[in-house]
């Protein structure tokens, strides 16, 4: 039993920069001897590792996930007019991309056990105006993706995954990032597989897409200063992709101790109060970028945690059709009760591969007490 208090933060990139430092140091030194630093050697070299890693015939580096999202939207030619699903429940960077192209997110309820997008629920959605589907693997598991290509092979849909959240998770054996008509992901530095700033990532097997998105992430240009796109500058610099060549080797150990960690608080905190943990697809695996457990008394759980020095985060507050931003979708309170209940009772746990036993042990502890 732990009783002293101990601060545990909800992530700790110092931790995991600081295990890889001097590998860091002469990446930084090779990139600036080479005096190279926008799309070089690096960035090449980092986008062969990807789609390697990624299943893919091809990779592309790009400025942020967000990014990613929008040039896959872009060269797959949807814009105004055009309708796109996309979860109720995600963070609202997979409805901007949607609403960056000129087109409309449609929202589909989520499960309300994997928080996955229905697949079940997808259909009613569909009408002359839809064009793709993105499915989001959220918090580290992959969607169900069979059923998922299904409705678009019935329905001629193209499929953007948006799979941000789950590099390395896989479903049916297939890893995330490979099943799509283009796939799309951020290397936001807290992610399992994050950059040491912003960066973003698309992976595919058509050579004809993959042409464009070269091409639109550096102003559309067919060869230097002529023009024959309006495209993006929208480029992965040497730097990260240098260091993301370093981080792409860290990744299945990464996501091996997150799962391990997600493991011992699946055991402890099981029929703990009115807790919910998460569930995995038993075709799906699971890499736990985030580990959310709901509760009704989520703000008060999140309150007490803090004072005791342990943070943790709601992802997300408020959902998509409620935000302000989206006021112009017409969506009201109730309209979408599954991504509310989510939004309500959820909160997130210190899941990083460098959290101490003690650290553990103490969110359990305190947890335990919360409900005691
Ligand atoms: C599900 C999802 N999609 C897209 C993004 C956007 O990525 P980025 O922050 O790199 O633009 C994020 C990032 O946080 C995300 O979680």
């Known amino acids: 039993m732990v009783n002293k208090q101990i601060k545990v933060p909800y992530l700790d990139l110092k931790a995991s920069y600081k295990k890889i430092l001097p590998q860091l140091q002469t990446a930084f030194t090779r990139v600036l001897e080479s005096g190279m630093v926008v799309l070089g ?23 942020c996930g967000l990014d990613a999202l929008i040039l896959s939207l872009s060269s797959l030619g949807i814009g105004k007019g055009d309708e796109v699903i996309v979860p109720s429940n995600t963070y609202v960077a997979t409805l901007i991309a949607v609403s960056r192209v000129g087109a409309t997110p449609i929202l589909v309820e989520s499960k309300i056990d994997t928080y996955n997008i229905d697949p079940e629920k997808i259909e009613k959605s569909i009408t002359k105006k839809t064009k793709a589907i993105i499915p989001v693997h959220l918090f580290g598991q ?3 993706m069979d059923k998922i290509l299904k409705i678009a092979e019935k329905y001629k849909l193209k499929i953007v995954e948006d799979n941000a959240q789950s590099q390395g998770a ?18 936001y530095p807290g992610k399992n597989f994050g950059a ?13 897409y993959y042409k464009l998105i070269l091409q639109l992430r550096n102003y559309g240009e067919r060869k230097k200063y002529y023009n024959n796109l309006i495209g993006f500058n929208s480029r992965l610099d040497e730097l990260q992709a240098a260091f993301l060549k370093i981080r792409i080797s860290q990744i299945d150990d990464i996501n091996k101790k997150k799962n391990k960690i997600a493991q011992i608080y699946i055991k402890n905190l099981s029929n703990v109060g009115d807790l919910i943990l ?4 038993q075709k799906a695996t699971h890499v736990f970028h985030v580990f959310c457990i709901r509760t009704k008394k989520r703000d008060l759980l999140k309150d007490y945690l803090l ?56 969110v359990i502890d305190s947890i335990k007490k919360f409900f005691k």
């Open 278 to 281: 998460p569930k995995t697809h």
């Open 170 to 187: 896989t479903y049916n054996g297939k890893i995330t990032g490979s099943f799509g008509n283009i796939n799309a992901t951020s290397f």
């Open 41 to 63: 050697n690096e960035v090449k070299e980092f986008e062969e590792k990807y789609a390697q890693f990624s299943n893919t015939k091809y990779a592309v580096g790009v400025a």
């Open 196 to 208: 040491i700033g912003d960066g973003g990532g698309i992976t595919t097997n058509s050579k004809k």
């Open 307 to 362: 004072k005791k020095g342990i943070v943790t985060l709601i992802h997300y507050p408020v959902p998509g059709h409620l935000q302000e931003a989206y006021k112009n979708l017409g969506y009201k309170k109730g309209d979408l009760p599954i991504a509310e209940e989510l939004a309500k009772t959820s909160l997130s746990l210190p899941i990083y591969p460098e959290i101490t036993s003690d650290k553990l042990e103490y």
């Open 142 to 144: 992959a969607c169900e």
